[in-house]
């Protein structure tokens, strides 16, 4: 280790004061699978956690190529120009094979990267979706201590990512294009269903029309699924990232809704409902790492495996015999 060991107090004292280096290492610290590192990540996290919880965080999912990191800077810039410190992290598990798909190539968010007022990190690697958000997650507490008011999570469009995110963020934002004719072909139904508002973007050029029909054709749409538990109506507004309007109506809109969040008392109960998901998962997890780490358990389930192919055993007297052989170790 050619860095100089610092000790717990002196990161968070560099976290908490805006230290974006400090900021950096703790979250490798938090991605890393070493246990030393794992325990020091627990320490600084544990420390940041007063300071954390004070920002916004916002969810942005879209398919590739809607303009996902082009309006991520542009909003990003929006804020930042009125003040604010916006962190911009990201959850994508197929990062891990396709090595930065989103965030990686830092030339995504040219203006953004060099702006003091930001601090872009791209998606953690890992093998399990569970894995990466659960570092993303931690990161967000990282960031909030560091004094970002507003963090904002991007995932890819596909797959269960957009679950995972819409379980750590207090509003979800879904980016779309207008102009495929019927508007909510290939939307999946889930997605909607957690999406606080659609944005059409790219309503620019000889686009601005059929973004406003799209625009008709959303709401009418979202008016069909029951109002969300907060009573708040999603709601859809268009822009263009690439010119940068109807960016500041997106966060008054965002704003609004905090607000009455804040007000009614959602707002809250979210994030507590946030905390007791992600300790439950944590758990899961956590399980399931003890158990097919275990060489006990390991040894035997070749054996089972075996054991189940030659019709000697069934799955159920199989499984329930290894999960034994953990609580012996
Ligand atoms: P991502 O894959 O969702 O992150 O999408 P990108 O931000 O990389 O954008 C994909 C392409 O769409 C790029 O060529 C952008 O320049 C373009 N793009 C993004 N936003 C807009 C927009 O508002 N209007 C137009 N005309 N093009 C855009």
Redesign the pocket.
């Known amino acids: 280790n050619r860095r100089k060991k610092i000790d717990t107090k002196e990161f968070v004292a560099k976290i908490l004061d805006g230290d974006i280096t400090f900021l950096s290492r703790a979250i490798t610290l938090v991605e890393s699978t070493n246990k030393r590192h794992q325990q020091k990540a627990n320490e600084i996290l544990n420390a940041c956690l007063p300071y954390a919880n004070k920002s916004i965080r916002i969810g942005i999912t ?13 909003f990003g810039k929006h804020l930042t120009s009125i003040g604010k410190k916006v962190a911009v992290l990201a959850v994508d598990p197929s990062s891990s094979v396709n090595r930065g798909s ?1 965030l990686g190539d830092k030339t ?1 968010m040219e203006q953004l990267v060099v702006d003091k007022d930001a601090f872009i990190r791209p998606s953690p690697s890992g093998t399990s979706l569970g894995g990466v958000a659960q570092k993303t997650r931690e990161s967000i507490i990282l960031c909030e201590a560091a004094g970002f008011d507003t963090i904002i999570i ?1 995932t ?2 596909v797959g269960q990512s957009e679950t995972a995110v819409h379980s750590m963020v207090d509003f979800f934002l879904l ?1 779309k294009l207008s102009g495929a004719g019927d508007e909510l072909q290939g939307i999946k139904r889930g997605i909607i269903e957690m999406a606080d508002a659609i944005v059409i ?5 000889d ?1 601005v029309k059929n973004a406003k029909i799209a625009k008709v054709e959303f709401n009418r749409a979202l008016h069909l699924y029951p109002p969300k538990e907060n009573g708040w109506q999603p709601k859809v507004l268009t ?5 940068n ?1 109807g960016i500041d109506a997106i966060y008054e809109m965002i704003l609004s809704y905090i607000d009455s969040a804040r007000t009614s008392g959602y707002f809250e109960k979210r994030r507590n409902n946030q905390n007791k998901h992600w300790l439950f998962s944590t758990i899961e997890q956590e399980l399931k790492r003890r158990f097919y780490d275990n060489t006990d358990v390991n040894d035997q389930l070749k054996k089972e495996i075996h054991e189940l192919n030659n019709g000697k055993t069934t799955p159920f007297f199989s499984a329930d015999k290894l999960l034994k052989l953990l609580n012996k170790s």
Do not use: H, M, Q
Not at 62 to 74: N, R, Y
Not at 201 to 205: F, I, L, P
Not at 239 to 243: D, F, G, Y
């Open positions: 879209g398919v590739p190529g809607v303009g996902k990191s082009t309006f991520i800077e542009s989103i995504r991007e890819v469009g980016l973007n790219k309503a620019d050029g686009n822009a263009s990232a690439l010119k309007s």
